[in-house]
Structures are given as C-alpha cells and as structure tokens.
C-alpha cells in the first residue's frame, strides 16, 4: 500500500497524458515487490512552468524526475550536477533528486546502443543514422561511445555536418543513399513511420539482407520501413525496444536495483497492442 514512506517518481512533459513510463515502471515495482515503497505517476508541465516545477520536486523530494518532450534540453541547465553523456548529447531524460541535490543522466542512447548489442558487437561496425534531431544525437553520441563508425543521413545536410562534427561521426547527403547497402546497422530516428507521416526514410530498394534495421518509432509497431527491411530478409527491432532500455536504465537510476526486463517489456508490448 501506498504510505507516507513511499517515494515518488514522475514523468514531466506537454503532451503527457499518452506516456507509457507510468505503466512500465509501476509494473516493475509490484514485480520487484516494491510498490510500496516507489510509485510513479505523470504531469503536465508547460515550458513556461518548467523551471517551478523542478525546485518544486527538488524541494518535495521527489525522487526521480523522468522529463520528455519538451524538456530534456532546458533542464540541463537548471541540475546540479549532469553527466558527462548527457552533456555531450545536450540532453538530460532522467534526473535523481539525492536529499535535494539533482543529478542529471541521460538514458536514451542506451535505449538505441541495448538493443543492438543484444544482437551484436558495435566495435567496428557502421552504422547509419537517418536523421540529425534530439534522437539522433543520443543514437550517434552512443554507438560512438562504443565504437561504431557512424554515417548521419539527414533531409538538411548542415544539422548533420554539425553533430558529425562533435561527435566524430561522418555526415551524408539523402543522395549518397545508395551508400547505405554497405553499412552493417541502420537506425531511423526521424518521425517518418509514424501514424501522422506514414513513409519510409529510406527506398525499400537500399535495405540488404545482411542489414540490421532499427526504427525507434513505435507507433504503429510495424512502419513502413520494417516492413520493407522483413520484406528483403534484414533483421528488424521494433521501437518499443528504445522505450524499453531506455526506461531499464532509468529505473536503476532511480531505485539502485536490477530492472525486471522481461516485465516491463511485456507490460510496453500489451500497450501497444505489439
Ligand atoms: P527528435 O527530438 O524526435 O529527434 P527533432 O529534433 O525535431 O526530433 O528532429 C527530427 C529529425 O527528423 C530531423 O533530423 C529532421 O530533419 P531536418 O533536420 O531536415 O529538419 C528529420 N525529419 C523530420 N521530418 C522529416 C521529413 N518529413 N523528412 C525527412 N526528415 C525529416
């Protein structure tokens, strides 16, 4: 039961109310046996109202403070302390509030580097990323964390020249697409795929067999360019698996123990009908 011990999680953003996080995370509690002693819930917080709200749940104790869109680059600046990932990403998701002192991570890049190294080994391997938005950045910053050799296709060649720059990745134009059959692993991070924009980023005619393809949109939980990666034999993972990871990460952040994987991956799949 719920009592005056309980500590409090919280997932802040506009819009909030199609968040997946309470339900992943309060189901790994009550499988942990723990949701006595955490519980977690979701706000709506307006840009304007960002920086209340953080002193608010600094000074209520509050004791982790997952933020999406449209916060994740403005809260930087309003943390004690943000590791060195999340800067170099520019972009914190998961802030743990130590006795009011906040730190700030970043877990989206293992929500993108997890799945794959699940499957394989990212040393030496070439990645493509299409796309050089907030996703993006966390994708490229993580495979080159672990050593992969990392190809930016993006619609506006300047936002890619300007990641592949930090990053030490290498920046593509949509017409050197043909390039893409070469590399190992291709990572959608653009909305393209999703309900609103059903696409594909990429011809069906570029996806090989030996292909890895990775679409981090998860609604629909088939897009258009799994599709075409199943259609020409290349492996796919599902977005839903970015959420997964993501959230595991985040979850030890918040309580200090193992996440319960196989839980919060089957609580993600039956929302979204998967
Ligand atoms: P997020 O934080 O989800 O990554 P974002 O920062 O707005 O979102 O980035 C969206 C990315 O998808 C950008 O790389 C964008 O390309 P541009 O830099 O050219 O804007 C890309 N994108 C969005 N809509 C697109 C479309 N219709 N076709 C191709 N790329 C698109």
Sequence with gaps: MIDARTKVCVIIGSPIEHSLSPQMHNA???????????????????????????EGLRAMRVRGITCTIPHKVSVVTMLDHVEQTARDIGAVNTVVNDSGKLKG????????VTPLERRIKLKGKTVAVIGAGGAA??????????????????????????LAKASNAQAKTMNEI?????????INTTPLGMKEHPASPIPKSVIQPHHIVFDIVY?????????????????????YEMLLYQGTAQFEHYTGKKAPVEVMEETLKKQLNA
């Excluded at 966390?138 to 964390?145: I, P, S």
Aim: glycine share 6%; net charge positive; with cysteine.
């Design 178 to 186: 043909e390039k893409i059959k070469e590399v190992d692993v291709i």
């Design 28 to 54: 790994a509690y009550k499988a942990l046996g723990i949701n006595s002693e955490y519980v977690f819930i979701a706000c709506q917080v307006e840009p304007k109202d960002l920086s209340s709200a953080i």
């Design 219 to 239: 609604n629909p939980h088939q897009t258009m360019l799994l599709a075409y990666a199943k259609e020409k034999g290349a492996q796919t993972i599902h977005g």
């Design 137 to 162: 950045r966390a994708a490229v910053f993580g495979l080159r964390k672990k050593g992969a050799n990392v190809l930016i296709y993006n619609r506006t060649k300047s936002k890619a020249d300007i």
């Design 105 to 112: 991570y970043n877990t989206d890049w293992l929500g993108i």
